[in-house]
């Protein structure tokens, strides 16, 4: 690990405004990923920005009935809260499928949402990665897919995003609420806070220099039959090869975001329309243009079954 210099913010501009005036400054609170990454020297901060004593760590309800899920709120607790529990348990069964409880009792709302987008050979510095140096090219293009993307990738990169936490956002049209270094506000809406790889892979998010989340909000409860099925090659600890997160109504009326399919969660709202229609009609859509190698193709019939189980169980 290089060395970095080191300091606690004490409020939310404060943090923001000194990542924006000291380059390659990083915020860390559980640094569960970040951490990961700085001892393979993947990432290289010159200085980190500890955000763990700033006051962001409450689940708080809104006044349409909402809820405020602060950007430092631990995934363990997240997923244990009542109201979420009973309200929004697409979302709390995806918090639990994800990582370990000794990483969900680390792991904050934010820094869930802002993990890198990565592949195995991501972590290989020996390889050459767009996402580690810009332009260096994919040796996943052409090397082994199982686990790649299928839809919404690039030339450039390949990867998926390893998020569940953020699968089950994306179907509750969440959005996340940031703070810039001048002390400006704004929202935005979760289905366009992460970005597709295109041309600039390693830039995985929409936020801008310093820029801090501080807050991610809920809407109303939809109700229906909320359920995260996530399919993975053992019990625990690993990432998605697909994950599904849905909302189904009895009428069969539902919304569905998608994970281990793409570079960031992938929900098409068009699609969804057709799921009274069935399984197949519906995965047809939201995996419209899917790109397939050899060896991830079982992604689309996988997609499918798992839509048709969840279907079935609504309508059960």
Same mark, same amino acid.
């Given at each position: 690990m290089k060395a970095f210099t080191y300091?606690? $913010?004490?409020?939310?501009?404060? $943090?923001a405004a000194t990542a924006a005036r000291i380059p390659n400054s990083r915020f860390v609170a559980g640094g569960t990923n970040l951490l990961d990454l700085m001892k393979l020297q993947i990432e290289t901060p010159s200085h980190l920005i500890d955000v763990n004593d700033l006051v962001l760590d409450r689940i708080e309800p809104l006044p349409n009935g909402g809820l405020r899920i602060g950007a430092l709120v631990r995934n363990s607790d997240l997923a244990a809260d009542l109201r979420v529990r009973r309200d929004y348990g697409v979302l709390s069964r995806a918090l639990v499928a994800g990582a370990s409880g000794q990483l969900r009792n680390q792991a904050t709302t934010a820094g869930n949402l802002l993990q890198r987008?990565?592949?195995p050979y991501f972590y290989d510095t020996n390889q050459p990665c767009n996402k580690r140096k810009p332009g260096s090219g994919c040796s996943a293009i052409g090397g %082994?897919?199982?686990l790649h993307a299928i839809v919404g990738? /690039?030339?450039a990169c390949i990867a998926t995003h390893p998020s569940d936490m953020a699968v089950a956002m994306r179907v509750l049209d969440a959005q996340v609420e940031t703070v810039s270094p001048t002390g400006a506000t704004r929202v935005i809406p979760i289905a366009d806070f992460h970005r597709l790889p295109g041309n600039t892979p390693h830039i995985d998010h929409n936020l801008q220099p310093g820029e801090l989340i501080t807050a991610v909000t809920l809407p109303p409860p939809i109700g229906g039959l909320q359920v995260y099925r996530k399919v993975r090659d053992r019990a625990s600890y690993a990432f998605a090869l697909v994950s599904v997160a849905a909302i189904v109504q009895r009428d069969g009326t539902g919304r569905v975001a998608l994970g281990g399919v793409a570079h960031k969660p992938w929900r098409v709202e068009a699609a969804e329309s057709a799921l009274p229609r069935g399984a197949q009609v519906a995965s047809a859509g939201i995996l419209q243009g899917a790109?397939?190698?050899?060896?991830? $193709? %079982?992604k689309v019939p996988l997609v499918e079954r798992t839509l $048709? /189980?969840?279907i079935a169980e609504a309508k059960g």
């Open positions: 300091e606690r $913010a004490k409020t939310p501009q404060e $943090a987008t990565r592949c %082994f897919t199982r990738q /690039s030339e790109r397939t190698t050899e060896d991830n $193709a %079982f $048709a /189980s969840i």
